[in-house]
């Protein structure tokens, strides 16, 4: 069931950080981490797509069951035990109330915050960076996201996005990591500011070994699985052009790119010797979330890079959401497949290729 072999490599300190969360809370005591193998020429960093696991507005019924302590449960295997891990925080942290944002048709007005102690969730999964750069950031105003730097910071999770917060480094297991991220949103990095994406990366690049970006990005919904190497609207917004932003981000030095927002996956690539996943979907959605169809494809994707950042191979490992939500393992492999399918067909002359069941390989 599970073909990668994951190196257990967190540490029992956190690292030095300097950006967003640079005073994070060294007594913190979520995670029981193992030893570093340091001896590896290889890093393994595991990622997936939205996270929002409950919410407490407009009331507790919104709220997963046990606490939420068993949303990741299934996951946890895979992201604890890679070098680095990351996912999208759909949402804020906030238990307490805050000036909700106003919509013209409060029928289609989802804001979302989930209690302050549920980051324990995503530190005991093995969770190491979120991005905060998404269009439920703002939901709760400053207030949402002042409480939800607080809570991050004090957790050890690193984070970045904010207009407040652009970027964030750090050093774990010997190698010095640089992350930011980008979205069309308001109190967001912009993703349509290409030359403020390139100088940002640029930027990092000067002072990390490996630079990730994350962006979200691009249309929502079935209608938008396909890339259309264009600008893309929705609901009258420019959400940007996901393969411009990308390529260009990666000719500024970035190692790799991590695309989200549509809520559904879309094809993955390599680009000059760089991985790229333009939307890795939903991922651990709890209520509030339409999950049927393409939406419930939950695509964890483990990659292994050298040490200069260079893709070497990886896999999409098969989780899918039912019911109100919550990720499971799928072993029909349908997130596998269906980014299979949409890589072949969107990019038929990338290096890449899938297997059935999610192995990605480059060509000979």
Request: proline share 5%; hydrophobic share 35%; aromatic share 10%.
């Amino acid at each position: 069931m599970i073909s990668f072999l994951f190196r257990l490599s967190l540490l029992l300190l956190l690292p030095e950080v300097t950006g967003c969360n640079s005073t994070p809370n060294l007594n913190t005591s979520f995670a029981n981490p193992l030893p570093a193998d340091t001896t590896s020429t290889e890093i393994v960093i595991s990622a997936v797509g939205d996270c929002m696991i409950g919410t407490n507005y407009p009331n507790t019924s919104y709220l997963p069951p046990n606490n939420g302590d068993s949303i990741f449960r299934y996951a946890q295997s895979f992201l604890s035990a890679s070098d680095l891990a990351f996912g999208n925080c759909e949402g804020v942290f906030l238990t307490g109330e805050g000036p909700v944002k106003q919509c013209a048709d409060p029928s289609k007005c989802y804001a979302f915050k989930m209690p302050d102690h549920y980051v324990n969730h995503f530190v005991n999964a093995g969770f190491d960076i979120l991005s905060v750069a998404n269009n439920h950031v703002g939901d709760f105003g400053d207030v949402g996201r002042t409480n939800t730097k607080k809570v991050l910071t004090q957790a050890g999770l690193h984070y970045a996005g904010l207009q407040s917060c652009p970027t964030v480094s750090f050093e774990k297991d010997g190698v010095a990591y640089g992350f930011c991220a980008f979205a069309p949103n308001s109190g967001t990095v912009s993703i349509l500011d290409l030359e403020n994406a390139k100088r940002t990366v640029q930027e990092l690049k000067k002072t990390c070994q490996i630079v990730i970006v994350s962006f979200h990005g691009g249309g929502e919904g079935a209608g938008f699985r396909h890339l259309t190497n264009s600008e893309e609207n929705y609901l009258g917004e420019n959400r940007g052009n996901p393969q411009a932003f990308a390529k260009a981000v990666i000719d500024a030095g970035a190692d790799v790119v991590f695309g989200h927002g549509p809520h559904v996956p879309r094809a993955i690539d390599v680009y000059k010797n760089k991985f790229i996943a333009y939307s890795l979907g939903n991922f651990a959605t709890y209520a509030r979330f339409n999950l049927k169809s393409y939406a419930g494809y939950a695509p964890l994707v483990t990659i292994r890079l050298d040490k200069n950042g260079n893709f070497l191979r990886g896999e999409i490992i098969s989780f899918i959401q039912e019911g109100e939500g919550g990720p499971v393992l799928d072993l029909s492999h349908k997130a596998a497949l269906d980014i299979k399918s949409l890589t072949e067909s969107d990019l038929p002359s990338s290096p890449i290729q899938i297997s059935e069941t999610g192995i990605i390989s480059l060509r000979n």
